[in-house]
């Protein structure tokens, strides 16, 4: 008989011994007797179960080629006295009668759904197929070359073809987001339930067939169960996953995609063969630290990220190190000081800061992240800020590991009386909810945050009193939130409704009801003496900038209604709105961006203002389009009262762009869409205010009421204008543009559908020359890279009534261009009158030229 140790060696299960021992089977003749319970008893896993029943066939002569599938289960019980290879081997000579099991069918796939874009692989595949060499191939050699070369590529570059199959991926859940607001999308769940329903229903063979599938289910559950169990020998399952697999899991995802997305930024920067920083090659602490602070001072009222003593506890590691300096607080202080080099400008030089941020990546990994969740939260949070401030499409994903791994851990962290650690993850938390929701209302990507996360991370302690700098923070990811919840609601022109519109408003209005005292506008300007510092103040400025801005998203889609029916002579007019709505609505987006140029003065009077202020340009930008359109609005209705009030506030904002412009390519790409469009504006104003006085009388004319009309502005110079203002207020980064006809408009047609009929009308009845303004821009991710006024010229005659289309086939030989570059200087406007969340903004004074 031979030795147990040395069989139990031979195939592998020298680690049963023991436990085999310890139960009584001390040699092989006892063991070739056990039972199929016994090794279920003796927590055997499934495949080394088989691998000892194997080893008893063979030896007891039962050939390779029988198999000892235990799936095929016995109508009769298994005996504890019966061993398992009887137990086989009956199985074997006496199977049970087989079944025809039923076809099921599959659902039809859904026609109307965005096509699921191909994995990292697949692409990869799909180009090495496009080489001659490798496309002569048999389809087995080409998968098998197609593999090996996957799996010979170098990590950088196959974190290129996961990253953009990501993007791709996330894509493609931004456009089911959409599809699923969709009547299509709903009548497919429709068939699905039905479906489902249908293939529910079991057949009398399928339940004869149940019963006989009982016990080998059951063992099958039994032994997979084993896999997990922590006390079967070589398990290595770790406790803390096997509670919260699918969580973990997730969350894996999300940072292999935010470090993903790392490796791609780092690859961009450091292909300046610059020596990335570490422990041997540090930069100067004084400067770092300098930087460090800038970014603590510039953000921390607004945000919670770092304090001051957290700062100096990494740089007192970093510096001076009591051993080996660990990779996380190399990867913390590295970011933080690229992310000062933002705000304090004479730190660090553009090339060092994207270094110091690169480095800071590098030491930033999968093995770091899992050390402690906080941090990782919390450099995630970072990292987005500069991804942002960069223009990187990483920020998103950085954001959406930073949420994941706050939903994991959250749950099980301490509720000790103290809450430091709890009220440490909470803020960043609350931080991260802000992120996402930012890049929600302005890039207009699906917002991750759950309602779940806002329960988590915005619950207030109504016992316990917050400094200054928590109540900001609380109201700052309010006040986000309900701006990303506007940009849900709204997202399509169809969405605007008068419901929907109220809903908004009403929670808007909660919000500003509910502003503490010591955040509201009155407090601010009133003459008692203020504890708040230059950088509270304005980040409680900023806040109330975050909520008109959510004003303004709540009626832009109204806003570019309006215009599109002024240019069609009503045929496009929204049911849902009346006439005065409308006007209500303008009016109130008016008041809006000329409070938020009367806030911008503010802070730039506070010499707080950094010329790579994210919130600052994004705002200044929105108000001047705001402020234009209603200018443009005005001038179609032949209106000149409060046209130079905002032409005047847009200016303004447009001025504190300027200095912006040489540290920051978005605010630069910004001015050269606003000053062209302000230019038009201001030129079809002044003409209209010069026709008013043609004569000797009516220069002499003091009450304005006696003078003659003004004369309207053509919609066909209008038109281009008008549209483009559209363009901009509702989508001011290019990404999408959709006004709900089916008709993508673009900058080099935006003209051509809403005035076409009335271009051809005016054309056939005049002799004399229309002059035609067009916008032309070339939209990019930030923006729209260029744009200029072209001016052409189209001839007519009263006895040619061609279409728009066929003139313009004429226009090159006919062009004539004019340019505009006389200056206006601002002059005495009555302010309209404010409603009561904006005569605050009588307070601080208004505009040069301005009555107030």
Known sequence: MPELSDILGRIGLSTYLPILSENGFRNWETVVDITEDDLTELNFKLGHRRALQREIATWRGVPQKISLDTEAASPEPISLSTSALETLTRRQLTPPPREKRRYRRHPRPDAHAPKKPKTAYVNFADQLRTDPEISQLSFVLIAREVGRQWQELPPEQKRVWESNAARAMQEHESQMDKYKKTDEWRKYQVYLNDFKAQQAQPSAAVRRGLGSRTTSQSIREHSQASLDSPGSPGSSVPSSMSSSGTDAEVCHNALTLAFSELTSLRGEILTEAARPYDEWHLPSEELTRRSIYAFIRGTGSLLYMWSYEQADEILDRIYRPKGRIDPMDMAECFTIAAMGAHYDLECFPDRIRRVLYASGTLHFNEGTARMDYLRTMRLLLTMSFYALLEKHMSARYLIAAGLQIARWKSPVLPRSSSGALEGHWRKIYRSLIFMDSWLSYTLGYSSEATPQDVVMACYIEHDASHAI??????????IGLIAAEITKTLAAPDFATRENVNMLRQKLETWRQEVPLCLQ???????????????????ILMVHIMYLGAVILVYRQSLVAAAESQLTD??????????????????????????????????SFDGTLTRRCWLIIYWSFTASIVLLHSAATKLLDGEVHGVEMDLGFAKECMDMLEPCRNSEPIATKYLDMLW???????????????RAKTSISSLLQEDPSRMSPQVAVSKLEMAPISEKLSLLLTDPFGRKQNFGDGVRRTPDNL?????????????????????????????????VEHADVRTSSIGSTSRERSPLLARQRREPQQRRHQSATTQTQITGAPVAQLPSWTIFALAYGSSPGVKA
């Open 469 to 478: 700098d928590e109540i900001i923070h609380m109201q700052t990811s309010k």
């Open 521 to 539: 506008l009155p407090t601010l300007i009133s003459d008692s003496p203020s504890d708040l510092s230059l950088f509270q103040r304005r980040a």
């Open 570 to 603: 009503g045929a496009s007019n929204n049911p849902s709105f009346s006439s005065n709505d409308v006007r209500h609505y303008q009016t109130e987006c008016a008041i809006a961006g000329q409070t938020i140029a009367r806030i911008l003065r503010l802070i």
């Open 676 to 690: 062209p469009l302000y230019s038009s504006l201001r030129d079809v104003h002044q003409r209209m205010v010069g």
């Open 751 to 783: 003209f051509m559908i809403s005035v076409a009929t009335q271009a051809e009308s005016e054309l056939a009845e005049t002799d004399s020359e229309c002059t035609v303004h067009t916008v032309v821009a070339k939209a990019t991710w930030t923006g």
